[in-house]
């Protein structure tokens, strides 16, 4: 049984993978795949939905019917108080004028506009939400969701991760995401909670759910 994750990030590819390949979860043996193993380019959806559910179902349905198989998308970003919850959805594009550039200088241009539009402000808390939806073409088979509460610092910290992980810290362990350990971050961090949430969801499916 082979299912794709409809991403193009390999980071999040193989935590995601990682987390889900850590025990047989749908009762069988799973080929995790991701979009850079198709060998084939596929066009990406357009994500412009005002909630990370509803971008989530637009990718998973849309993958899985464009390759035939079953397709688990998410849909995932930062959450900051002091902003009113931006940049939410549009955490992977905040900063627009970044958003031709590669993922790691997109990364460095999206945490200098949250520096400094956070700079001198005193309510730092923030979370990261993600939602994961499982489709088989249009039938949604599973959906999860999970949120993981920090605070934003002014200075980067640590060098694992991607996106935000560097300017978000966990108060309870004093550091941030990208000082964690993989398997730290994958027990604890928001994607960690809905992949968890999931994993009991696929044991009950089969390949002709």
């Known amino acids: 049984m082979t299912i794709l994750i409809a991403t193009n990030n390999p980071a999040k590819a ?3 993978a990682a987390v889900l390949s850590a025990n047989d979860a749908a009762g069988e043996s799973v080929t995790w795949k991701s979009l850079s193993d198709l060998g084939e380019a596929i066009p990406e959806p357009v994500e412009d939905r005002d909630s ?22 998410d849909d995932s ?3 900051v108080d002091a902003l009113g919850g ?5 955490s992977a ?8 550039l590669p993922r790691a200088q997109r990364d460095g241009a999206n945490n200098a506009k949250l520096a400094a539009m956070l700079l001198g402000r005193e309510t730092r808390s923030a979370r990261y939400r993600c939602v994961l939806v ?12 999970g949120i993981f509460e920090g605070v934003i610092v002014d200075e980067p910290r640590g060098r694992g ?7 978000f810290l966990v108060p309870a362990l004093g550091k941030t995401v990208a000082e964690l350990s993989p398997e730290e971050k994958n027990r604890i961090s928001h994607r960690g909670k809905a992949l968890a949430a999931l994993r009991e969801q696929l044991r009950t499916l089969s390949p002709r759910a």
């Open 93 to 100: 594009y905040f900063d627009r004028n970044s958003a031709h």
């Open 161 to 167: 991760g991607f996106g935000y992980d560097p300017y």
């Open 14 to 16: 193989r935590e995601i």
């Open 86 to 90: 931006e940049p939410g959805v549009h």
């Open 77 to 79: 970003g930062l959450e």
């Open 52 to 73: 990370f559910l509803e971008n989530a179902t637009l990718k998973a349905t849309y993958y899985s019917k464009a390759t035939g198989l079953w397709a688990l998308a």
């Open 134 to 145: 499982l489709a088989a073409g249009d039938c949604v088979l599973a959906m999860s969701e």
